[in-house]
């Protein structure tokens, strides 16, 4: 199995930009696609990004396509997450997660292990 550690996380201006990571230990992060989720409060968790495992595939969601870039270093067992031009409607926990040998996906119960979140909050 692996272990998922997010960072990265705070407290923004809208128009601003972070940088979130998702740091692996455990199995070797190459044998995973990775997703990036975030959950507001009140609201269920909902796709933000994906990455298939060798990192040449990618998919993100319409609201954040543009202006969110997901990339991944296996050989650091890390997956990123660029955010730029920051809204605060991005306001969420984030969450990345890990799909065992298989393609990426927006579907959050087909992720086998998950991060515990990272708090990111977009002031106006």
């Known amino acids: 199995q692996v272990q998922l550690v997010e960072s990265g996380g705070g407290l923004v201006q809208a128009g601003g930009s972070l940088r979130l990571s998702c740091a692996a230990s455990?199995?070797?992060?190459?044998?995973?696609?990775m997703g990036w989720f975030r959950q507001a409060p009140g609201k269920e968790r909902e796709f933000v990004a994906a990455?298939?495992?060798?990192?040449?595939?990618?998919d993100y969601a319409d609201s954040v396509k543009g202006r969110f870039t997901i990339s991944r270093d296996n050989a650091k067992n890390t997956v990123y997450m660029q955010m730029n031009s920051l809204k605060t409607d991005d306001t969420a926990v984030y969450y990345c997660?890990?799909?065992?040998?298989?393609?990426?996906?927006?579907?959050?119960?087909?992720?086998?292990?998950w991060g515990q979140g990272t708090q990111v909050t977009v002031s106006s």
């Open positions: 997660a890990a799909r065992w040998l298989a393609s990426p996906t927006r579907l959050t119960k087909q992720y086998d292990y």
């Open positions: 455990g199995r070797t992060v190459s044998s995973y696609a």
């Open positions: 990455i298939n495992r060798s990192g040449r595939d990618t």
